[in-house]
């Protein structure tokens, strides 16, 4: 179908008091060379979008180019059609708010007008490149693969079955239920959160085996996982023999284990009345509360943060500890009303209405609490446990002698047994990628559930401390998280960030030089590569950062809507001022996830913003490629900001390390900077939050004042 392209500028949203709309429309006809460029006066209204559609049906337009309001605006509002093309200058956010508005004369700021008319230019020429994107295709799997047999894998299977998705439920083990099957009592669930509740996970079993959509496999566990989110390839290995089956989703569900209390010989571990929380929990259920001798254990002595929340063991908080421990003191009073619980504690964590089942163990006179650290754990002549524990309350040091002593240790993800419960047959490895502690690596804060393996899910104590009623929680948006995978993989769209986005790399594999750099960059584990060495992409587990496509040294990835080639003719759309002019140009790259959204803070605030810089949006600093650098100077723009995510440590980069790839090949472009006599200082990377719109003015001005002090680009005009 040939391709008709329309230019759409809005003049409401104070638009047209910092612009001439009219003299923008003759850019887009002139400059642009479009064959329709109309204003209106509020293009989002009913009357806009009637306008937008007619143009559609009589003139055949099907690339629209809305100078607007941010993308972030009116998305269903501007929806032309999956065949049509619709791209967005937001002139509203770049210029109308941030810019000079007219004069009390009336007149246009000429900085502000040229801003404007440059924007047009820029996105117009985007649009003249952008492709239309096709869903992928593939013979997809509704029926959903759980990896562990406990609280959360059994939760997520009902929650997912209770929805008609067909599960398969993989157990190691001989039965289901998990480390709380065996608990005495399990922590409160419901109101008033007071007392232990009886334990009702053999219940949950029982719900499992009944439903008729969950095939349970016990005794089993994963040989390989192959393929891609709607079709992995799953063999199974079930009592010795080979199952084999396609699922659309999996969710890893295998647990933690205690700390090894081994390593906690400085706490009297080694001694005959030193026990772990998870083996007082076996005695208290056995109503076996004894001594070593047998003897009746009337003082009882709890440790918490056993091996936590110090570098030596464990650097984290487990959460479910100190709950652990009142409930264990709940058993000592029970089930021997003369018996003496003794809590020894750093801080007592029982958060929301957890602190009414804390203030019910409080209130037991036979329940003592006593902050202070241990500092000393020995064995008296008679086999007791003397504690001396120093920084308590009292301002001294304070010592006790117990019958028993328990020592609350943390949790372990299972991922540390050495054992790998995927198996996955992908070139970055068999198993999740972790963070340092062993849990599964995700962008924490916004996509809790999610992994680097695009369909596998990690839900409960694996990915990360938690209690049984926050895994059940957990299973129950993992299932629903799985669901959303295999019905979008469905309709060959992507998961998340950007959920539903159709647009995956292409790659011009006739010019690949095998050189690997996608393969091994890429943060999802997309591609493989054949036996010559030649990458591969497995589309459904793709979600269009756009990594790829910056690490590619010959440019040979690209994506409908964002290339090496749309970068370069945004970028060089409009004539560059020469260094007379004294209008220098700084080109802004922002990434849509943390750095656009601060550019429409700062605008909905009316903060202004240095009317020299021209943004251009990307989909992660992770698709910078080293050409965009050295086309943008040799154009002659005078100096590059890239802003996106934090990385390191503590990173918020949506693509996980999209932001720290971008600072490793910036480092490697500065050292050509310098060889071209340029000052490697024009090109500055830089991390924005959203909280950071409020020094977003001055964060540029700092930078255009630096570049003061270096003069223009001598490549300017060449």
Sequence with gaps: ???????????????????????????????????????????????????????????????????????????????????????????????????????????????????????????????????????????????????????????????????????????KKGHLGGFCLDEHKLIPSRAPFSEPEINYVSAIVSTVEENKLIKVHTSSFVNSISGQPGEFQVKLNQQGKTEKFKCGAVIMATGSQPYDTAKLSHLGINYDNVVSSAEFEQMAKSENILRKDGTPALNVGFIQCAGSRTPDHLPYCSGTCCMDSLKQAAYIREQNPEAKAHIIYRDIRTPGLYENFYRSRQDDPGVFLT?????????????????????????????????????????????????????????????????????PDSHFICFPYETRRTGIYAVGSVRQPMDINDAKLDATGAAMKAIQSMELTDQGKTVHPRVGDQTFPEFALDRCTSCKRCTEECPFGVLEEDEKGTPFPNAARCRSCGVCMGSCPVQIISFKDSSPTIFKEMMTSFEMPDEFDEKPRILIFACENDALPVFDMAAMNRLKINTNVRIMPMRCLGGLNLIYVTDALSYGYDGIMFMGCAYGDDYQCHFVNGSELAHTRLGKVQETIGRLNLESERVRQYAISMNDYERLPKIIDDFVEELEDFGPNPFKGM
């Design 1 to 171: 179908m040939d391709s008709k392209t329309g230019v759409y500028i809005c003049s409401g949203c104070d638009i047209d008091q910092a612009m001439d709309v009219e003299e923008l429309a003759k850019v887009a006809t002139k400059e642009c060379k479009v064959p329709v460029s109309k204003t209106h006066p509020v293009l989002c209204s009913e009357d806009g979008v009637k306008l937008l559609k007619e143009d559609r049906e009589k003139e055949g337009v099907n690339r629209f180019m809305i100078a607007a309001c941010s993308q972030r605006f009116h998305e269903t509002t501007f929806d032309m059609g999956e065949e049509n093309i619709v791209v967005r200058a937001p002139i509203r956010e770049y210029v109308a708010w941030t810019q000079k508005t007219r004069d009390e004369s009336g007149e246009v700021d000429e900085d502000t007008q040229l801003a404007g008319e440059e924007y047009i230019q820029m996105y117009t020429a985007k649009l003249k490149k952008h492709g239309i994107p096709q869903p992928f295709e593939q013979d997809t799997s509704k029926k959903l693969l759980v990896i562990g047999g406990g609280v959360s894998g059994m939760t997520a299977a009902t929650e997912a079955a209770n929805a008609g998705y067909s599960v398969d439920l993989v157990e």
């Design 371 to 439: 902050q202070g650290d241990v500092v000393g754990v020995k064995e008296t002549t008679d086999k007791k446990i003397a504690v001396e524990v120093d920084n308590t309350l009292f301002g001294e040091p304070v010592n006790f002698e117990m019958d028993l002593l328990v020592l609350a240790v943390g949790q372990v993800p299972s991922t540390l047994s050495g054992e790998s419960a995927l198996n996955l047959e992908y070139r970055q490895g068999p198993d999740l990628p972790e963070l340092k502690y062993g849990y």
